[in-house]
């Protein structure tokens, strides 16, 4: 069982940045894969980026240039830095592992102002 709680998210000006964490603890061995997904209002929830155990990353078209990942092992924490941050990034951020099955954080919410 993994548990994963969220922090970091708020209220910044299009232009900004704003840094997410997703912290896993609980009985697990291997974190295959960590991962955002984001939901904004009246839309479906879309990928925005992962990173493998193996330190290999992945971003959503939408985010690249902008976003990064980075981690610390030790605290079995992950960050998903976010960039030039535009109204179109608003949404609830959802961090996830993958293990031996798919666990989700509480979510955060982004809100950038224009």
């Known amino acids: 069982q993994v548990r994963l709680v969220e922090s970091g998210g708020g209220l910044a000006q299009s232009g900004g940045s704003l840094r997410l964490s997703c912290t896993a603890s609980g009985s697990f061995s291997v974190i295959n894969h960590w991962g955002w997904y984001r939901q904004a209002p009246g839309k479906e929830r879309e990928f925005v980026a992962l990173i493998t155990a193996a330190g290999n990353t992945n971003f959503a078209d939408s985010v690249e240039g902008r976003f990064t990942i980075s981690g610390d092992d030790a605290a079995n924490t992950k960050y998903l830095q976010m960039n030039d941050l535009k109204p179109e990034d608003t949404a609830i951020y959802y961090c996830?592992?993958?293990?031996?099955?798919?666990?989700w954080g509480q979510g955060t919410q982004v809100t950038v102002s224009a």
């Open positions: 996830y592992v993958f293990t031996t099955g798919l666990s």
